[in-house]
């Protein structure tokens, strides 16, 4: 019983950390691909999405270096996000991060799986048998 106890409660601790996590991208990573959806925060608080292959590094008319592309721009208190088509420089980010998934988004899609095919199989088993068939 103890046993049992004691998966039930790692199990509990291991949901508190979600599905997914984001990580921070290094502009090294982004400079060998674009593979990744990505969100960049700005120094002045503006988050900004870019599906993969919607951005990539580029230089301005100044030779400044800039994440330039196409994405949502975030809103804070009214509609949930616009359209953004444009360049950030360098200097304006404060991070770019990814989504990643835990080890608790397989956890979760196995129990869900299980759920699922455990009430299947009884009703099946169950069917006119007078248990609500």
């Not at 100044?62 to 949502?72: A, D, E, F, I, T």
């Amino acid at each position: 019983m103890q046993r049992h106890s004691a998966n039930v409660i790692v199990l509990i601790l291991l949901s508190f950390t979600g599905c997914f996590r984001a990580v921070l991208v290094s502009t090294t990573s982004i400079e060998k691909g674009n593979e990744d959806d990505i969100v960049v925060s700005t120094k002045d608080g503006r988050q900004i999405s870019f599906d993969s292959r919607e951005y990539n590094l580029d230089a301005d008319e100044n030779g400044q270096r800039v994440l330039r592309g196409k994405g949502k721009l975030f809103l804070h208190g009214g509609p949930q996000f616009k359209s953004f088509d444009g360049t950030i420089p360098f200097r304006e980010i404060e991070r770019i991060s990814r989504s990643e998934k835990t080890p608790m988004f397989y956890v979760a899609i196995i129990a869900a799986t299980l759920a699922v095919g455990y009430v299947l199989f009884w009703s099946l088993a169950l069917n006119g048998r007078g248990f609500g068939g």
